[in-house]
């Protein structure tokens, strides 16, 4: 799918890649009596900034656990948290695919993500949001302001626009949830926020951490949760990853899965120009480029690398 005009395309769309034959992602839970192919030792993620990473990635491999070209970081973050089979065996299939599609929308870099979560009752209430437009000075995130001239809305001066989609796909548990009728499920977010506001109009925000906003957010959450308990739920399978747009007025309306029924490795892709991506890591300060970290990972695991 070649994206030439966001305000064209579904909200959000599943699409299928090819999986290895031995792949074994069922998200229902293994008996008890035999051990699942991977599992998560802790909750903790990796992520990557920079050029699409160079892998062997041709189908053709004969050896689909080749991971010895990531980054030294993923190395240190794959041995904390896997355990069993290699994870590159189910990366490497959606990397083959979301390289190729990345590439056929003009683009050459990303932001890219790996979380592994342990069994958690923390999404037994959804947590119906829209992502934040990353490259949107005037969103939320508050990043930056850098322009594209790749599939956004056209009211960005000069007809040059922004990346506002995102590519992601579950290699372990279950799929993303997805609102189907994302034009009313984004009315029923924005009313409920209005409302909640209004009836919180004596919070006044003074800190960035602010506890306030905090609890104006659960309320938001738990009302979501109420409005949208009966909204039709779509959610990808096994071999399958989603494009879905970002940024309030487009972005696909979705929601983590519970997950307290057994483990979980999502995979995240935001797609950007290099100036697009460096301007935000900067804003972060980190100005190492490309660049690859871990959080979650104790200490010990570091000094095996030192």
Not at 132 to 143: E, T
Not at 177 to 197: D, E, G, H, I, Y
Request: glycine fraction near 6%.
């Amino acid at each position: 799918m070649t994206i030439t005009s966001i305000p064209h395309l579904p909200d959000f769309k599943l699409l299928p890649y090819k999986l290895p034959q031995t792949a074994t992602t069922t998200t229902e839970t293994p008996p008890s009596s035999s051990e699942p192919p991977i599992k998560i030792l802790r909750t903790s993620s990796w992520t990557y900034c920079g050029p699409l990473l160079d892998l062997p990635l041709s189908n053709d491999d004969d050896d689909d656990t080749d991971d010895s070209s990531l980054p030294s970081s993923y190395h240190t973050w794959h041995r904390a948290t896997i355990r069993g089979k290699p994870l590159i065996t189910l990366l490497k299939p959606f990397l083959l695919f979301a390289h190729e599609f990345i590439k056929s929308n003009g683009l050459q870099h990303y932001w890219l993500t790996i979380r592994a979560s342990l069994s958690t009752s923390d999404f037994n209430t959804p947590r119906w949001h829209i992502d934040d437009d990353f490259f949107d000075r005037g969103s939320a995130a508050n990043l930056n302001n850098s322009n594209s001239n790749h599939h956004s809305n056209s009211s960005t001066p000069g007809n040059i626009t922004r990346t506002q989609w995102k590519l992601a796909t579950t290699l372990l548990g279950p799929g993303t949830m997805f609102a189907s009728n994302t034009s009313s499920a984004r009315q029923t977010l924005k009313s409920v926020k209005t409302a909640v506001k209004n009836s919180s109009s004596s919070h006044t925000c003074t800190s960035i951490i602010c506890l306030g906003c905090a609890n104006l957010a659960e309320c938001v959450r738990k009302a979501l949760a109420d409005e949208l308990r009966h909204v039709e739920v779509v959610q990808s399978k096994d071999g399958e990853c989603c494009f879905f747009k970002v940024g309030d007025g487009v972005g696909a309306v979705h929601s983590e899965p519970r997950m307290d029924g057994g483990e979980r490795v999502f995979v995240n892709i935001v797609p950007g120009r290099e100036e697009e991506l460096r301007e935000v890591m900067g804003k972060w300060g980190m100005e190492e480029w490309p660049r690859a970290w871990c959080l979650g990972v104790p200490a010990g695991f570091w000094e095996e690398d030192s």
